[in-house]
């Protein structure tokens, strides 16, 4: 099943995989949020994930 988090800031971050989504989102800080850099772990942006019903 796919996930997805949304992000504060209005972007959605979706993935087919924990693994997916967690690079994803991590890159999604990386470029729109970086003064946010390594201040989210694994385990919070899978805290954040929820089923994509798209």
Do not use: Y
């Amino acid at each position: 099943m796919a996930k997805l988090v949304n992000c504060p800031c209005g972007e959605v971050v979706r993935s087919e995989s924990d693994g997916e989504l967690v690079a994803n989102a991590e890159e999604h800080v990386k470029t729109a949020h970086p003064d946010q850099v390594g201040q989210r772990t694994r385990e919070d942006f899978l805290g954040m994930a929820e089923e994509d019903a798209a």
